[in-house]
């Protein structure tokens, strides 16, 4: 019973997000689309925040199928996390006020536990996933979640371990500073396409200089 209330919160501030971004989701707004009074909401969830990135998480279903996907295909650690990245960047960079509440609001210390939250309501959503993609998904750390691939790559001889460290740095800071430029100018869907080449161009000229085979 908990788990479907939960649900169909998550249900109703996730196609709000779709309609009205963050700014739009209001305690007030989500009880009128709900049904029932703003504190009934604080049985479920500790603040607006915290459903809303909960909700958000929704964001990342179809980034999940890429882990999903490519984990299985490529081999070569360092060429799985370019192909991530590229996915990742497209997603977030049109939806960039979601993916900054996820990732470097005041709950993304606590991703794994929103992650965890939401496969209790959503279970079936993650089925398929190895080992290492579960970890990946389920690290609050947006940096130790790039570095998982890259020290992966410096045992496997790619890579040195200092360059290991340096690119998920590099990755993670080229990242948020592009997330952030989309989120404030209000680019066309062109647009955004380009900055997310851009940024994985970028990034692969960069990572390239550190190959050691």
Aim: proline fraction near 1%; include cysteine.
């Amino acid at each position: 019973m908990k788990q479907d209330v939960k649900k169909q919160y998550v249900e109703c501030v996730y196609k709000l997000l779709q309609t009205e971004g963050v700014s739009g989701v209001s305690i007030r707004r989500v009880a009128n689309e709900v049904g029932c009074n703003s504190a009934t909401l604080y049985r479920y969830f500790n603040d607006l925040e915290h459903l809303i990135c909960i909700a958000s998480v929704k964001y990342l279903e179809p980034y999940i199928e890429d882990i999903k996907n490519y984990s299985s295909t490529i081999i070569n650690p360092v060429e799985l996390n370019l192909k991530l990245w590229e996915r990742f960047s497209f997603y977030a960079f049109h939806n960039a006020d979601v993916f900054e509440t996820i990732f470097f609001g005041s709950y993304s210390t606590n991703l794994m536990e929103l992650m965890y939250e939401y496969y209790e309501i959503y279970a079936s959503n993650f089925s398929g996933l190895d080992g290492f993609a579960v970890s990946f998904i389920f690290n609050s750390d947006i940096f130790e979640r790039d570095y998982m691939f890259y020290r992966r790559a410096a045992n496997m001889g790619y890579l040195s371990a200092d360059a290991s460290r340096l690119l998920a740095q590099t990755g993670v800071y080229m990242f948020h500073g592009l997330l952030i430029e989309c989120r404030k100018n209000g680019y066309s869907t062109e647009e955004l396409n380009c900055k997310a080449s851009e940024f994985i161009s970028n990034l692969t000229t960069i990572v390239d200089k550190f190959l050691l085979k």
